[in-house]
């Protein structure tokens, strides 16, 4: 992939198509394919699938497969210190350095929505700071490949879209394999509080993705 322009244009249309698919999504097909078009096969080839489905499926049906695949899967979570942190206080002050992050980049995030979640984070690297949003993917490495290991055993439409996610990341390596081999043997870890201020995570509304300046 071509440094940057490459890397921008893919984490804006995966993020794009993470979002609920609403009439906003929809309508931005013709302009999501225009762009899909200009990246390289590992990126291109599973976003146009991903398009084609979009295509080829009522939107009623899309919605709900959506809900059932994010919203109803604690596998398919989104959010992505889930998977480094569960429901356990060090979450919360990892919710807070995605904050930070954001706000080192004068962005904020629209009310209601969670730092964490994987189709602000790309946002934030395609449209905000490349740099610091290419190490925030990179820092939850491990979680972006369980959600796309648990999405293509459910032979989800939305697992291309993670296979693209995961072109524009160097292969794991080393702590980021045992990360993995550790989340798939034993899971996130549990304790059930300390997600103040942010709360427990909940589906964001139509559309997901609000980070602005």
């Not at 979640?117 to 490495?141: I, K, P």
Request: glycine share 8%; aromatic share 6%; charged share 25%.
């Amino acid at each position: 992939m071509r440094a940057g322009t490459d890397s921008a244009t893919a984490w804006q249309a995966a993020s794009l198509l993470l979002d609920y698919p609403g009439e906003a999504l929809l309508g931005r097909r013709p302009l999501l394919r225009r762009a899909v078009a200009t990246l390289p096969a590992p990126v291109q080839a599973p976003l146009a699938g991903f398009l084609d489905h979009l295509d080829a499926t009522p939107p009623g049906d899309l919605a709900a497969d959506y809900v059932a695949t994010f919203d109803h899967r604690k596998k398919c979570c989104l959010y992505l210190t889930y998977y480094a942190f569960g429901d356990t206080r060090r979450r919360g002050m990892a919710l807070l350095r995605f904050k930070q992050a954001y706000a080192a980049a004068g962005l904020v995030l629209d009310d209601g929505e969670l730092p964490d979640h994987l189709a602000v984070v790309l946002e934030f690297a395609a449209t905000g700071d490349a740099r610091e949003g290419r190490r925030l993917l990179l820092e939850h490495r491990a979680g972006i490949e369980l959600l796309r290991l648990a999405l293509t055993e459910a032979s989800s439409p939305w697992a291309p879209v993670l296979d693209a996610v995961a072109a524009t990341l160097p292969p794991l390596t080393g702590r980021n394999e045992d990360a993995l081999a550790r989340l798939i043997a034993e899971g996130p870890p549990e304790e059930n509080v300390g997600l103040a201020p942010y709360g427990d995570p909940v589906p964001l509304p139509d559309p997901v993705v609000g980070v602005r300046s």
